[in-house]
């Protein structure tokens, strides 16, 4: 991939030498909104966390896992939308973050399985108008037959890559920006929690994990190098200590691993959700 190839990539256009990409769901939120709608307003906790735990042991793939929680919520896609602006919360330092990476030349991509339209409704509400500057790479929703969206039972979810069994194969996304030439190559990072972050853990140059969650399940499992975090104040620091250079991406992932292993990650496989 060439230099023309750099400039069709939003995120390159400022030349940053970081690129923050970033789950949505349980990450910037505290709450997972597909899940807040499948346990409060689909078929519930119980079948939802089954089909999460049928993910990490792949019994299932993501996407009909996913399909599955989408298509037990029936109400009205602009209903289902206004529920959530009503109950999801950002993480108490993602604004604080985010105002940083704005000053310091390092867009946030936001990689997501949910649906765009939700993930724009909930930043705007949480963040503001700054939102704009955030790229969103998501899932979208689309009609049923003869139906709109908005009215009961009228939408379902659209996948970014129907083809692949993570729906939107997030690391199509990362792979453009990792094989871009070595001088221009940012280094890159990754935030995520759990399932819908599988296709991304291996593709950046630094993982952080949420603690607790599966992810860090997954991550231990399959040997991926991670650091854990708890909200957005310790992967605000850290990034400050790599942009200063007081620390690297691969010391970091080492100590990170480290902390895992020291019992520091909160890891419970398949307890936490
Ligand atoms: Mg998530």
Request: hydrophobic share 35%; net charge negative.
């Amino acid at each position: 991939m060439g230099v023309q190839s750099a400039i069709e990539l939003p995120a390159m256009k400022t030349s940053p030498q970081f690129i923050f990409f970033t789950d949505f769901d349980g990450t910037v939120t505290l709450q997972d909104s597909n899940d807040f709608m499948t346990d409060n307003i689909g078929y519930g906790r119980e079948k939802r966390r089954q089909g999460n735990i049928d993910t990490l042991a792949d019994k299932i793939t993501f996407r009909d896992s996913f399909r599955e929680m989408m298509d037990s919520v029936t109400k009205p896609y602009n209903e289902c939308i206004q529920f959530l602006v009503d109950n999801i919360k950002l993480d108490p330092y993602f604004a604080e973050f985010f105002q940083w990476s704005l000053a310091n030349n390092m867009p946030v991509v936001v990689l997501s399985s949910g649906m765009e339209p939700i993930i724009k409704a909930l930043l705007k509400k949480l963040i503001g108008p700054d939102a704009e500057n955030m790229q969103v790479i998501g899932n979208y929703v689309k009609a049923r037959p003869g139906k709109s969206i908005d009215e009961e039972g009228g939408w379902q979810i659209q996948f970014h890559h129907p083809e692949s069994g993570f729906g939107h194969d997030k690391s199509v996304t990362l792979r453009k920006y990792s094989s871009l030439p070595e001088d221009i190559r940012p280094t890159m990072f990754y935030a995520g929690d759990g399932v819908s972050d599988l296709s991304a853990a291996r593709e950046t140059d630094l993982l952080f994990a949420k603690k607790g969650h599966d992810l860090i399940s997954y991550c231990a499992r399959e040997n991926v190098p991670f650091t854990v975090f708890e909200d957005w104040s310790s992967i605000l620091e850290k990034c400050k200590e790599i942009a200063a250079g007081k620390t690297t991406v691969q010391e970091a992932a080492h100590e990170g691993y480290e902390a895992y292993k020291a019992g520091a990650a909160g890891v419970e496989p398949a307890a936490n959700s």
